[in-house]
């Protein structure tokens, strides 16, 4: 018997909206036809298909995907992600997005991403180790520590990398810790990577507050997402004195005007508990979270959360992107006109592949940071690529989305220039 995972329909054209930001940061920055043609497409593209044998004994039939956007400014880097709807524009947008998001933070790498068609809560641990080795071993022909050095995304996590590490040095004959990054520590992975997307997300806020003064003491905010990102971002803003009023998941939203207990929260959803459940503060939907009037929006979600549609309804003063294109280009236009101030994903969230690129280093060095060292990196990189953003926005009288879009891609252009075209 062969059952299929089947591909599930994306809830938003992500390609769609990477490719329109591109072209406007292409647009203002005058790139040639030729040029254009090169970063709008992606140089390597893997698809696999591959057998799983399941604990009942049957064999499961799945699809997953590699993709490497660009490589002028050093390896590939990019997540893995396990969701039913992983489709390969999706993927597509998300290696080019990571392209922008290295070079906005100017650490040498070029984009990738990857994923499987899978809903990994529906697997044993069994089953999620024999699929992750299986399609560990379909894309090690393009993977490597000098090539391609994927890393957690939504669906995988620390183990999961473990896993690829582990296949892949089984192949090689001897320990490869630098062919993925978001390892448990015991294993080479670095202090401080679990939580970097979230602190990297509290110290832009906290750069914000500083650049408009505003404090952040008592500053309301609204997180959308409660998982890795988006807890622990909610946790960080609340420790640092802001009032988390509301924060969501798959199951609806939860609001409290007076705050939440975010460490309860996080205790509660730990054994998958939704929040929903949760007592002690109201339970609204999703959009009326999108909606509430605070002032740090954070949607640390999927993609296209903040759309034509809704985007007259946000009231937040500043919307923080934790997720990777939560907002399409019709919602920048109209957050824009509203007066809403958007920090985008590229530099917002990229505490992540800041930190992925220590885990790289040190293991590369066989030399090993603490903690400390490791948050006052990211914090140097983060706001410094935050700062550049800003400069770029005032200079030329733009969005920071559309900044940061042209200063990540005008610092891929001049990669691709000084590098030449081979042969």
């Not at 590699?66 to 050093?74: M, S």
Request: charged content about 20%.
């Amino acid at each position: 018997m062969v059952v299929e995972e089947r591909q599930a329909e994306p809830t938003t054209d992500a390609l769609a909206t990477a490719l329109a930001q591109f072209d406007a940061a292409a647009d203002r920055l005058g790139l040639d036809d030729g040029i254009r043609m090169v970063l709008r497409h992606c140089k390597r593209e893997l698809a696999v298909h591959f057998p799983v044998r399941m604990d009942n004994g049957t064999i499961g039939e799945f699809s997953g995907y590699r993709v490497q956007h660009n490589l002028a400014r050093g390896p590939a880097k990019g997540g893995l992600r396990y969701h039913p709807a992983v489709s390969l524009d999706e993927v597509r947008a998300l290696a080019m997005w990571m392209t922008w998001k290295s070079a906005v933070v100017n650490i040498p790498y070029g984009g990738a991403k990857g994923g499987v068609i899978v809903n990994p809560k529906q697997l044993s641990d069994r089953e999620l180790e024999n699929l992750t080795r299986r399609y560990a071993t379909e894309i090690s022909i393009i993977i490597g520590p000098n090539e391609d050095i994927p890393a957690p995304d939504m669906g995988t996590d620390a183990r999961v990398m473990a896993w690829i590490m582990d296949t892949i040095s089984m192949h090689r004959g001897y320990t490869e810790a630098g062919v993925v990054t978001g390892k448990p520590v015991s294993v080479g992975g670095t202090l401080g990577r679990a939580e970097a997307t979230g602190r990297g997300l509290l110290y832009i806020v906290q750069e914000a507050t500083r650049h408009i003064g505003l404090a952040l003491e008592g500053a309301t905010v609204a997180v959308q997402g409660f998982g890795n990102v988006g807890a622990v971002a909610a946790q960080l803003l609340r420790k640092a004195g802001a009032m988390v009023v509301a924060v969501s998941d798959s199951s609806g939203a939860i609001y409290n005007g007076r705050g939440l207990d975010i460490d309860a929260l996080m205790h509660h959803s730990r054994d998958h508990s939704p929040l929903a459940g949760a007592t002690g503060c109201d339970q609204i939907t999703n959009s009326e979270l999108l909606a509430l009037p605070v002032d740090f929006l954070i949607p640390a979600a999927l993609e296209g959360q903040i759309h034509a549609g809704n985007a007259d309804e946000v009231r937040a003063r500043y919307v923080v992107e934790g997720a990777n294109g939560p907002t399409t280009p019709e919602a920048d236009a109209i957050l824009a006109e509203k007066g809403a101030t958007l920090i985008p994903d590229i530099v917002a969230n990229a505490g992540g592949v800041i930190v992925s690129y220590f885990e790289w280093v040190q293991d590369l060095q066989f030399y090993f940071w603490e903690e400390d060292e490791v948050n006052e990196r990211l914090h140097r990189v983060i706001t410094r690529a935050f700062r550049d953003v800003l400069t770029m926005a005032e200079q030329h009288s733009v969005t920071l989305r559309e900044a940061a879009m042209m200063l990540g891609l005008s610092r891929v252009v001049e990669a691709t220039r000084v590098r030449g075209f081979y042969p």
